[in-house]
């Protein structure tokens, strides 16, 4: 099985209910298995700064599918959870938002897709979440915690407040 990292993030709705729901669908236990789940974070809007702030986090999957078809479930859980990519703003307002940020050693360059991900290692709201639950993967070169703490010493983590865990979840003892 090969391992992948995959970022989560939304700022439309109960988006923490709406995360959790995605992290559900999207790791069905058979075809992707969750091996770790970030806390929530919350996060200022990046891109269109006019917007509600952004809750962000991470997991690590263990996965029996290619980069191509795990990317296309993604999209379709984004789908089952209201958002609609043909009809939005760019960097604006969304129920849910899933990336594949990084698939084992794999490096390609798609259309659609491009692993690892192209701005990976210079966006904070997704360093900070890696850094707890895959502080060693390497990326480019760079170790994940190598790069948050880039990040950190940069400033460029300003705004983001990890939130408190939740009784009801699930994958708060994993």
């Excluded at 939304?10 to 988006?15: A, F, L, S, Y």
């Excluded at 390609?108 to 890696?130: K, Q």
């Excluded at 190598?146 to 983590?157: E, F, K, T, W």
């Amino acid at each position: 099985m090969a391992k992948a990292l995959i970022g989560l993030g939304g700022n439309v709705g109960d988006v923490r209910d709406n995360l959790d729901l995605a992290v559900t669908l999207f790791c069905d236990g058979s075809d992707v298995r969750l091996l770790a789940k970030s806390a929530h974070y919350r996060t200022p809007a990046w891109g269109i700064t006019d917007q509600p702030p952004f809750v962000n986090l991470c997991i690590m999957v263990a996965t029996q599918l290619p980069p191509r078809p795990l990317l296309d479930r993604a999209l379709a859980v984004e789908r089952q959870l209201g958002r609609d990519r043909t009809n939005e703003r760019r960097w604006g307002p969304r129920p849910v938002d899933i990336d594949l940020l990084a698939y084992d050693g794999v490096v390609m360059d798609e259309p659609g897709l491009t692993l690892p991900h192209p701005r990976l290692l210079t966006r904070a709201f997704v360093m900070v979440p890696l850094g707890e639950i895959a502080s060693d993967w390497v990326v480019d070169g760079v170790k994940i915690k190598d790069g948050l703490a880039r990040l950190l010493a940069q400033g460029d983590a300003e705004g983001i407040e990890r939130l408190p865990t939740r009784h009801d979840d699930p994958a708060a003892d994993r």
